[in-house]
């Protein structure tokens, strides 16, 4: 597609529940990532992919926190267990390859826990 | 921990008025630095990707400087109007290891009264 798009725009979980949410990045970017941006802070970093293989996953918060790539195009970013504290907006961007300038990201999913 | 500072963290300006704003960050493997410009309920758009010290990089109204020496670089909006409302994001990159990943300053939240 032209952008990278992600779905749902807002979610509103109960606490406890699993919450997946979808990213499409730009079509043949190879390199996609992933960053949650809580109230009054700066994106932060969760987890990288080059294709289908997830490179970095060290800016997962918790084990509750679960991503995938399986056929190296779109992302889920998965929470199980969802607390309060899940609650941000979670980015996704995508690249043509690493080192690549042109990081796109998408519009991000509002994710409220409650 | 790359520690990166943006001030100020909210500026309300009118229209018409010019503008500035910092982004301090370590300045050891320095790589490269990314602006964006996030408004509320879009994407984050990338404005300048800097890598040299005493680049100038200018698009439109806006302008960037960066000193990679001592760590800093300054965006400047000359004559804002109501549409350059948004939060502007700097995110240095670091050479070796990890430098796929960009870390984000909090951002400087403008405001421009009609």
């Known amino acids: 597609g032209a952008g990278v798009s992600q779905s749902p725009r807002y ?33 932060e970093f969760l987890t990288y992919f080059q294709n289908e293989a997830q490179l970095d996953k060290s800016g997962l918060p918790s084990d509750r926190f679960f991503a995938e790539r399986p056929e190296g195009s779109v992302s889920t970013l998965k929470i199980q267990r969802t607390q309060q504290e899940d609650s941000a907006v979670y980015l996704c961007a995508s690249s043509l390859d690493l080192g690549d300038y042109g990081y796109t990201f998408g519009s991000g999913t509002r994710l409220t826990v409650v | 921990i790359l520690n990166v500072e943006q001030s100020p963290q909210s500026l309300h300006v009118q229209e018409g008025d010019s503008t500035n704003f910092t982004c301090s960050f370590p300045s050891s493997n320095f790589y490269a630095l990314h602006w964006y410009r ?35 670089s300054y ?40």
């Open chain 1, 11 to 43: 979610k509103v979980a109960k606490r406890g529940q699993d919450v997946a949410l979808r990213c499409d990045p730009i079509s043949g970017h190879v390199s996609l990532f992933w960053y949650q941006q809580a109230l009054g802070q700066g994106p």
């Open chain 2, 38 to 72: 996030w408004e509320t309920a879009k994407s984050p758009e990338a404005l300048f990707v800097m890598t040299l010290n005493g680049d100038e990089k200018k698009k439109g109204r806006i302008s960037a400087t960066l000193n990679t020496k001592e760590g800093y």
């Open chain 2, 75 to 114: 965006l400047y909006i000359k004559g804002s109007q109501p549409e350059d409302s948004a939060t502007y994001l700097c995110a240095p990159w670091r050479s070796g290891g990890s430098n796929y990943k960009l870390t984000f300053g909090k951002g400087t939240l403008l405001t421009v009264n009609p």
